[in-house]
């Protein structure tokens, strides 16, 4: 270990540093705050107080003030000696219309139908099975389907993470050997646009349940993609469309325990020819002591899913191998997103 860093740790205090990261859930539950009232929109065009924003988003002005006071402690918004507010570069990723914003992200976390079950954590890690279906009765999906703005809320979150995922997807990986890319529960089909853009001579694919489909259609519409790309109605569980040449599928096989995922995979490995590309885009599970996204999401999984889980690189080549597929490399993208590589055998 080198030196400055041996030193630097030396000089932390265990039960300050112990203590920060505890309280960190203060901190989130505040950001979701300002996020659901849009607090970072109303300070686009500058500095405010706390009883003109109050009056904006319909809140009480005193304790709206205690929250923006705590959050400019964590260089989240910034207080002038007016006690106004004003944006700071993190608050900056709060606004609705930012490049990257990660507003929807901040809302979903801050969910009931997610810190409850998060709250019942000690329940999934005693049994084994979802806090989610211990709180709520039901899984994640048929509360989201149930659920109508919980849905809404839970897309909106996927597309603002996806924003930084797709483009580094497809810039990272070489897609340019493949005629027609089928991506298998697609969503309203951003993945599939950034691949198509990146690559004009390609032709594409969705597939996933009717109600997202119809999504589908409309936002490849508005990208211009129509005409080269086609939307399936289908069910992953029970086949996938021929006629592709390479198969996707992104943040899906982590939903699911090693059976469905493989039901899922051997399904696409029926739909293709031998040689057919198979790419999961994936968190990876980082070795040991090392922090990474994946080993959080990996619990988000536990305690949220029926069985999902985040996987290793050995771990994907077993489901790979169990579907009839030999996994080849693993690709690592400009995010924490991989591309699982593999083949029909």
Not at 108 to 119: N, Q, S
Request: aromatic share 6%; with cysteine; charged share 25%.
């Amino acid at each position: 270990m080198p030196e400055a860093r041996r030193a630097s740790q030396s000089a932390v205090d265990p039960r300050e540093a112990m203590l920060q990261v505890i309280n960190a859930g203060f901190v989130s539950q505040c950001v979701y705050v300002a996020a659901k009232l849009g607090v970072a929109d109303f300070l686009s065009d500058g500095p405010k107080a706390c009883e003109e924003l109050a009056v904006e988003t319909s809140v009480h002005a005193p304790s709206l003030y205690r929250v923006m006071r705590a959050l400019a402690g964590v260089g989240i918004f910034c207080e002038d000696a007016q006690g106004r507010f004003a944006l700071t570069p993190l608050s900056e990723a709060l606004r609705s219309n930012a490049e990257a914003s990660v507003r929807d992200w901040a809302i979903l976390r801050g969910e009931d139908f997610v810190w409850r079950p998060w709250g019942a954590i000690l329940e999934s890690v005693r049994t084994g099975r979802p806090a989610f279906r211990h709180v709520f009765e039901k899984g994640p999906f048929e509360h989201l389907r149930d659920d109508e703005e919980a849905g809404r809320i839970f897309d909106r979150a996927r597309r603002s993470i996806s924003g930084r995922t797709f483009p580094a997807v497809a810039a990272g990986y070489d897609f340019s050997g493949i005629h027609t890319l089928l991506d298998v529960g697609g969503g309203s089909g951003g993945l599939l646009t950034a691949i198509l853009k990146a690559n004009p001579r390609m032709q594409g694919i969705l597939a996933d349940l009717p109600r997202v489909v119809a999504r589908a259609k409309q936002e490849l519409k508005a990208a211009d993609l129509g005409g080269r790309c086609r939307c399936v109605e289908t069910d992953m569980f029970e086949s996938v469309p021929e006629g592709a040449g390479a198969v996707i599928l992104a943040s899906v096989i982590h939903d699911f325990d090693d059976e469905r995922s493989i039901q899922i995979l051997k399904n696409c490995r029926q739909a293709v020819r031998p040689g057919a590309k198979l790419l999961l885009v994936e968190l990876m599970i980082a070795p040991p002591n090392e922090p990474h996204l994946s080993k959080l999401a990996d619990i988000d999984m536990l305690v949220l899913t029926d069985g999902g889980r985040e996987r290793s690189e050995s771990e994907y080549g077993a489901l790979y191998e169990a579907a009839g597929f030999r996994q080849t490399r693993v690709v690592a993208t400009d995010s924490p997103w991989s591309v699982v590589e593999g083949v029909a055998v």
